[in-house]
């Protein structure tokens, strides 16, 4: 007989999973004491609440690719730790949620106290979950335990990835595996040896030729790249076609923002030579990217308009391609194979042809960057007291190393952020944007210096999301996580602010001084009032072996969105 615990911690282990997210509770806490004897494979983090957990799980799922391991009492997990969960989902991003039903054996179709199995009186954990989930299932013994959590796995990072649950009654932790059984228990690894999809070489050669046909070409590139990891093949093929890279928000990173041929982030906030490069092209590859109406300037045909452009797009799930613009093409596979399928083609196509054609067009791309100014503002070097967002991303800018990896946040700091800062390295910046929480970069910092200790770890955060995850400041301490987190601190919600219109009412705080909290939880900080002081706090905070809070006095009335909104945006919103 085999204790079921320990075989679902052995599982986790097969599968790669090296770090749980975690706050015990509920009859899925026997688990807990049989992780004593594995933590030199499996390092728990304990956090204070399951929102970070799942924040931090999700995090982990983005950067490794492999499942972020959440796992705590099933209530609070289907409440608070939906909130990471419904960032993975829509982020394509693996997670692996256990958690128990909490039914109390034969009570739970009495309406035990927080009781999840869906029986009259209780809740319906099951159907809670599966609005962010690919894959949900109840195991009710020691079997389905098992093959529940293996089941999870490998649906967590077959085909678009994302969160996958396995809820536990208590006969399936409180009994063992026995050879009476008869389904038979095999490694988990030994499932999840299954290749990504390619496209069809017969579809590759004719997307081929229509980008050898091309005159003004255009790469967009979503967050599929990063979730397929393909920086590389995504440099390699702009390179070879000599074809500009603009970015949705989700795939800001995707490619340096410095790169030659990157024009960055197309988006109603994005920069302007990605929209007008985007707007002047005459075919499309989209890689990775639903186009969702927030990248599209709401689907306005001054941007995209398959009248006039050529689309072909590429995605791993085939009910994305031709979903919001009909398409050319559609491609259907893993974003890193397909693009290396292309780069095959066309590379053979070249050596026999070449393409004089395509210098005229990256050429003028590089006149327009020089002309209108490529992440340039003159708010970036601005002395004015209360400081810019925008100047506090110059700051970021010229003082942050390049392979630093940044965690994005909900609200007007966000809009800066995509705007103003460049990335210099693929992979190195990560956004709120599945559904643009507030607060989730607090968490994902620590998640990310976790897994990276000799990086730079930073959040870019407003006061309003830093307060509602201050405490993951203890979680940072205690794991000995020393991100940093740079707060833009206006006192006040921004982007519901200014759009009040005068009429002011619950959109301003008191104002708060993060960096002495952050000192409470024996962690660094210091407050920024001044331009000036802006470069040495950022130093020292980069210098330091412990979490640093960076809280940054900023202008409540600059009116960022208004200021850098596409008019095609604009437009479009004044008619909704």
Known sequence: MVSVSQTIIETIIDAGIDHVFALPGGIASPVFPDLYDYQNKLKVILTRNEQTASCMAAMYGRLTGKPGMLTG???????????????AHLTSTPMLVLADVTDYGSFALHAPFQCGTGEYG??????????????????????????????????????????????????????????????R???????????????????VERAAEEILRAKRP?????????????????????????????????????IPETHPLAVGVMNMYGEKIALKTVSQADLLLVIGCRLKPQDTC??????????????????????NAGWVFPVEMGLCGD?????????????????REGNEDRG???????????EEGYFDDPSLRSSQVPIPSARVVKELREHLPASSIVTLDGGNNRVSMLRYYATREAGTCFASAGIGAMSLSVPSAIAAKLLHPERPCVAVCGDGGMAMQIHALSTAKQHGAAAIFVVMNDSV????????????????????????????????????RTPGELGPALQQALRSSEPFVVDVLTDPDERIRAKVMSPWARAALANL
């Not at 920086?231 to 070879?240: D, P, R, T």
């Not at 974003?335 to 050596?351: E, F, G, K, S, T």
């Not at 005229?360 to 020089?370: L, V």
């Open 73 to 87: 009492q099933g209530p609070f997990v289907a409440s608070a730790g939906l909130f990471g969960m419904m960032e």
């Open 218 to 254: 255009v790469i967009i590139a979503g967050n599929g790249v990063h979730a397929a990891k393909a920086y590389a093949e995504l440099v390699k093929l702009a390179e070879l076609g000599g074809i500009p890279v603009a970015t949705s928000y989700q795939g800001k990173s995707a």
């Open 122 to 183: 209780g809740l319906d954990l099951k159907e809670i979950f599966k609005g962010t989930a690919k894959f949900v299932t109840v195991a009710s013994t020691p079997l389905e335990a098992v093959q529940g959590v293996q089941l999870a796995i490998k649906h967590a990072v077959s085909g678009r990835p994302g969160p996958a649950v396995c809820l536990f009654k208590v006969p399936a932790l409180r009994g063992a595996l026995g050879e009476r059984d008869l389904a």
């Open 298 to 319: 709401f689907e306005s045909p001054e941007l995209i308009d398959p009248r006039r452009q050529k689309i072909l797009q590429v995605d791993i799930d085939p009910r």
């Open 185 to 203: 228990i095999f490694p988990v690894s030994r499932y999840l040896g299954v290749e990504k999809p390619a496209a069809f070489p017969a579809d």
């Open 360 to 370: 005229r067009w990256t050429r003028a791309i590089e006149t327009m960057k020089a």
């Open 335 to 351: 974003a890193r194979l397909v693009m290396r399928q292309l780069i095959d083609v066309l590379a053979d196509r070249l050596r």
């Open 493 to 528: 919600l921004g982007a519901v602010r200014d759009n009040q219109k005068g009429r002011i009412i619950a959109s301003e705080f008191i104002d708060t001084d993060f960096a002495r909290i952050a000192q409470a939880f024996d962690c660094r900080g210091v407050r920024v």
